[in-house]
């Protein structure tokens, strides 16, 4: 596995702020440091720890009366314990007379379920996003959640930002030929992702036709487009079990495609997801670091590229009160 550090184009190395109150919860304290050296400044002194009982203790080791917090704690596996983590930290911050909190959650668990699919079910997202809101967050800062909607479950100010840049300067560098490129969607549901990435790269797209019959399971049963003889790259915001991305790479194989690349924001993996990965028929699978790659043994086709720049850049806009849409502007038709 190779870590690429990624300043893609816009991101500029900034001067040390001294000011900005950084701190990390337990999930992911690696990107936490990350983004403090990008902004020069220091994760700032907490503990952290568990009972016997497994109920968490959170004690803030410095004066934060009156000024900006920003909190890191993806909402990764364990999602339940990391979840509760961080409302725990944020009620400590807003005890301790903090001037505002936001919550920098590189990758939103439980976003998934957003919706009702079927009766009696619930909406996991929303329930989440009051759980934030009622535990003092006064901002969210979150990247490439699984649907933009989720933006509407908050009455507070949510910050959408996406890896979209880092992936695509990454992908232009393995100079793959431009009349080669397709660029696939997975399924219907992420076409308008799948849609902008193959804007950017500038190369058309195909759409592979889906069909979940159990929970956590999907069959890739068709592909719509042109992908004989090209060079397929299949673009999501996650990668969970990879039963789906696997299933799409041996069937884009099947249809006549030269090669298989898969790119996604989250690096989800989940039970036999690196095995799957490994004994597919993709060439390389391109990740960033929303969440932790905590495992004995990574294939050497996965590439992890830091989204640290990223996000250090969002928290320095959000602390100086400039706009951090001005980033990602070009991206608003990206949820539509």
């Not at 500029?12 to 950084?22: E, G, R």
């Not at 793959?176 to 397709?182: A, C, K, W």
């Amino acid at each position: 596995m190779e870590l690429e550090l990624a300043f893609p184009q816009g991101i500029k190395t900034i001067s040390p702020t001294h000011d900005i109150k950084l701190f990390s919860g337990r999930s992911h304290m690696e990107l936490a440091q990350e983004i403090a050296d990008y902004l020069g400044t220091t994760v700032g002194p907490m503990i952290v720890k568990n009972f016997a009982d497994g109920e968490i203790y959170v004690q803030v080791q410095e004066s934060i009366r009156g000024d900006d917090v920003f909190i890191v704690q993806p909402v990764c596996n364990p999602v339940n314990e990391n979840l509760m983590e961080l409302l725990i930290i944020i009620d400590a911050f807003k005890r301790a007379s903090a001037k505002s909190i936001t919550a920098v959650i590189p990758y939103y668990g439980y976003a998934r379920q957003d919706r009702k699919t079927s009766g009696r079910e619930a909406i996991t997202a929303k329930l989440v996003a009051d759980l934030l809101t009622t535990a003092g967050a006064d901002r969210i800062l979150a990247m490439d959640l699984h649907t933009g909607q989720i933006q509407g479950f908050f009455n507070i100010l949510v910050d959408h930002i996406y890896s979209t840049s880092v992936v695509v300067d990454y992908i232009k560098k393995l100079n793959i030929p431009q009349e080669d490129l397709v660029i696939v969607s997975p399924d219907t549901g992420g076409v308008a992702r799948t849609r902008y990435f193959a804007k950017q790269m500038k190369s058309p797209m195909a759409i592979i036709d889906k069909r979940r019959n159990k929970h956590n399971e999907a069959e890739a049963v068709n592909v719509i487009g042109d992908i004989k003889g090209k060079t397929c790259l299949m673009y999501d915001d996650m990668i969970d079990t990879a039963g789906t991305i696997c299933g799409a790479a041996k069937l884009l194989m099947q249809e006549g495609a030269k090669d298989v690349y898969v790119c996604a924001t989250h690096a989800v993996f989940s039970g036999p997801a690196l095995e799957r990965l490994e004994e597919a028929p993709i060439k390389e699978v391109v990740v960033t670091n929303t969440i932790p790659l905590k495992r004995d043994y990574i294939p050497s086709k996965i590439t992890q590229l830091s989204v640290a720049p990223l996000l250090g850049e969002a928290i320095s806009r959000i602390h100086d009160g400039e706009s951090v849409s001005s980033l990602f502007g070009f991206e608003k038709e990206y949820d539509q």
